[in-house]
């Protein structure tokens, strides 16, 4: 129980991780931040995701097999759409390589922007989404999303990737002391399973009951408090910002 609850606080409370600082909550936001676009690219823009990219090699092969409801171009939008952030975060990734704050900042930065256009398109379609609109709102959140997977991936704190879950959840079990391992960190991975179920849950309220641009207003307000923590964290060379 001790270290479960070591876990939780590490990951929730800033700076309690001596080695990754306030970056623990900081990923927990974007987890959410996931939960919150995948939830309105599935329920508004048909059955595509733009973070979790597995889920849309499912979908082509649903559509190959002719079942209703899946559209192959609109996966592969989101699957270009999705490498095409990820691109541009490598890139992020080689110029600010030494400096985990920078990279974080200047990503989640790019991200707000994107997210942003999401939101103005929001504000002119109309519901439900005509195909030019989602074809668009696809391509600017997937590669919002893929800028985002490609800096957790260069800060690479353990059991906090943001989007892919599944190697989390295989953690709680396959480490456990239960089979001999070393601990299944199951504080830590409990969180980021719940910000991304609370992220998804929230966002299929504000999808079914709000707005259309509620989910992506929430996205963008957590992206910006995100960025605006880490530039603020991130002016010092503490042992934490050190990739």
Known sequence: MN?????????LIPGVDPRHGPLPPMLVCMTMVTGLVDSFSFLRL???????STGNILFIGFALAH?????IAESLVSLGAFVIGATIGGKLN???EIHRGRILAVSTSLQAL???GAVVLSLVCTVPVQSGYRTAFIAVLAIAMGIQNAAVRKIAVPDLTTTV???TITGLGADSVLVGGTGSRAGRRLVAIASMLIGAVIGAI????AALCYPL???LLLIIFVAIWVMRAGKSNESWTQA
């Open 67 to 71: 079942v209703p409801g899946f559209s």
């Open 206 to 209: 504000l999808v079914l009951h």
């Open 114 to 116: 994107l997210i942003a």
């Open 94 to 96: 080689f110029v600010f």
């Open 165 to 167: 879950l599944t190697l």
């Open 3 to 11: 270290a479960f609850l070591s876990d939780v606080r590490q990951t």
């Open 217 to 219: 207003v929430a996205s």
């Open 46 to 52: 048909g059955h595509v995701f733009v973070a979790n």
